[in-house]
C-alpha cells in the first residue's frame, strides 16, 4: 500500500533552474495538496486541488505552477528556483478536504 | 498572532513520564488534527477529531471547542515517542492552518 509518493527526496538546484517535484497517490483521493515547511514555521499551503483539472492557490503559491491532470497524480513546479525556495516539501492527500490527511515523505529542496 | 498556537515548544523529559502538548488557535475549525513527524522523516496523522476526545494507545487527544483548545497526552512515554508532533487545524472544507510543532524528546 504505497499511499502518497512524493519523488525526488532530495535535489540541489542554482538559482534559476527549474523543476518538477512529483507527487502521486494510490487511495483515488481527490484532494490533494502541496506545502513547505521551513525552520520556526509551520507548513504553509502552497497549492491545492480539489479533483483533476481543479487547481487554486493556497498561502504563499508565488514561483509555483501546480496541474492536475489525472485524480493520482499532482506536480509541482518551480519555474526559475530561487534561494528563498530552499525548503522541505510535502505532498499531502485526502478524500475530500474535511476528512484525514496522508502526507508523503518529503522533498528537501535546496538552491543555492 | 498565529492562528495556531502550540506550547511548549520544546519538551524533554524522562521514560515513562506523562506528556502533554497544547494547542490553542483563533478560528472557526470543522476539525482538528494531530500530527508526528520524526527527524527526517515524514509526517503520519495521529489523529484527527472536532469533538471529545479519542484514544490510541498510549496516545490521547481531547478538544473543547468552546474554549477552543486541544491537548495531546502520551502516557508511559518512550524514548520513540520522541518526535516532533504538530497541531493543524481545518478552516472551512479544506484549507489545513498548522501550528509551529513542538518538539519531543525523552530520554531512557
Known amino acids: 500500500n504505497a499511499g502518497v509518493t512524493q519523488t525526488p527526496k532530495f535535489q540541489v538546484l542554482k538559482t534559476g533552474q527549474s523543476m518538477t517535484l512529483q507527487c502521486a497517490q494510490d487511495?483515488?483521493?481527490?484532494?490533494m495538496s502541496w506545502y513547505r515547511q521551513d525552520p520556526g514555521m509551520g507548513l504553509r499551503l502552497i497549492h491545492y486541488?480539489?479533483?483533476?483539472?481543479?487547481?487554486d492557490q493556497g498561502e504563499v503559491p508565488n514561483g509555483y505552477n501546480v496541474s492536475r491532470s489525472t485524480t493520482e497524480d499532482f506536480p509541482l513546479r518551480l519555474l526559475s528556483a530561487a534561494p528563498s525556495q530552499t525548503s522541505v516539501y510535502f505532498c499531502?492527500?485526502?478524500?475530500?478536504?474535511?476528512?484525514?490527511?496522508?502526507f508523503g515523505q518529503g522533498t528537501r529542496l535546496t538552491v543555492v | 498572532k498565529n492562528e495556531v498556537e502550540q506550547s511548549p515548544q520544546n519538551l524533554t523529559a524522562q521514560e515513562e513520564e506523562f506528556i502533554t502538548i497544547n494547542c490553542s488557535y483563533s478560528v472557526g475549525i470543522s476539525a482538528l488534527h494531530w500530527l508526528q513527524q520524526h527527524p527526517g522523516g515524514g509526517i503520519v496523522s495521529l489523529f484527527m477529531?472536532?469533538?471529545g476526545k479519542k484514544k490510541h494507545g498510549r496516545l490521547i487527544a481531547t478538544i473543547n471547542i468552546q474554549e477552543k483548545h486541544s491537548s495531546l497526552h502520551i502516557t508511559a512515554s518512550h524514548p520513540r515517542d520522541s518526535a516532533v508532533y504538530i497541531c493543524a487545524v481545518r478552516k472551512g472544507a479544506q484549507k489545513l492552518v498548522f501550528g509551529q510543532g513542538t518538539r519531543l524528546t525523552i530520554n531512557p
Open positions: 499531502a492527500s485526502s478524500l475530500q478536504g474535511n476528512t484525514e490527511a496522508f
Open positions: 477529531l472536532s469533538s
Open positions: 486541488s480539489v479533483g483533476a483539472g481543479i487547481t
Open positions: 487511495m483515488n483521493h481527490e484532494y
